[in-house]
């Protein structure tokens, strides 16, 4: 069974801190997404990567960045966390250009 | 500019009626067309997509949806709805990179 594993369901952290939200998949994709959702604003594309070490800047890509450092590892970093930060955040995998993602159960973020 | 609309933010149903959850988008060429279930505090799930060939698709629990190109629409279905279909649906849409619709909240009550 495919599998995008979140680390951290929920977090709360305090303003100005760096908080590491790390995403892991196990079917071997090539490219790894994070989302943001918010009520009213669906998903909103924060950074993917399509290969090692590779990384594009997503719809809203300001006060975060990403590593991926291998192929099965994702992390996304907020440098300092901002109470505008606080939101549910996705990670997803998708195998060529499908189309078709697998999602990780998110991480639920409260920036304080 | 490329999006996906879902023009209700929620759509009760009672069990055992039809149900559509609606959704057009605006994509320049032959876009893939996707639609994804999330549960309660859970992340999205895949039900179905559309890529060619047959305007009717059919995905996941009992879930299908039309595509019509000349009203660039891809509505989802469900002849007979559970309590449990009870979500937020998303359609999305690839235009070079996978777009999301807002979200529907579909309720289902017995």
């Known amino acids: 069974d495919v599998k995008v594993t979140q680390s951290s369901r929920y977090l709360v952290k305090r303003t100005g801190e760096k908080v590491f939200l790390e995403c892991v998949q196990d079917m071997d994709h090539e490219n790894m997404f994070w989302y943001r959702q918010d009520p009213g604003l669906g998903l909103r594309l924060i950074y993917f990567?399509?290969?090692?070490?590779?990384?594009e800047k997503g719809d809203i890509p300001e006060g975060y960045s990403v590593s991926r450092e291998k192929k099965e590892r994702f992390s996304l970093i907020l440098e300092s966390a901002s109470t505008n930060q606080t939101s549910m955040y996705l990670c997803?995998?998708?195998?060529?250009?499908?189309?078709?993602?697998?999602f990780g159960e998110g991480s639920r973020l409260t920036v304080l | 500019a490329q999006s996906v609309a879902q023009p209700e933010d929620q759509v009760n149903v009672a069990e055992g009626n039809p149900l559509t959850v609606k959704c057009t988008y605006s994509?320049?060429?032959?876009?893939?067309l996707f639609w994804y279930v999330q549960y309660p505090n859970r992340g999205l799930q895949f039900l179905l997509k559309?890529?060619?060939?047959?305007?009717l698709v059919k995905g996941s629990y009992g879930f299908e949806a039309e595509f019509n190109k000349s009203q660039t629409s891809f509505h989802l279905k469900k002849p007979s709805a559970l309590v449990s279909d009870s979500a937020l649906y998303f359609c999305?849409?690839?235009?070079?990179?996978?777009?999301f619709g807002q979200g529907t909240e579909l309720s289902v009550k017995p």
């Open positions: 994509v320049s060429g032959n876009p893939y």
């Open positions: 990567s399509y290969d090692v070490k590779m990384k």
């Open positions: 559309y890529i060619t060939g047959d305007n």
């Open positions: 999305a849409v690839t235009g070079g990179k996978l777009i």
């Open positions: 997803a995998s998708m195998s060529g250009g499908t189309g078709e993602l697998f």
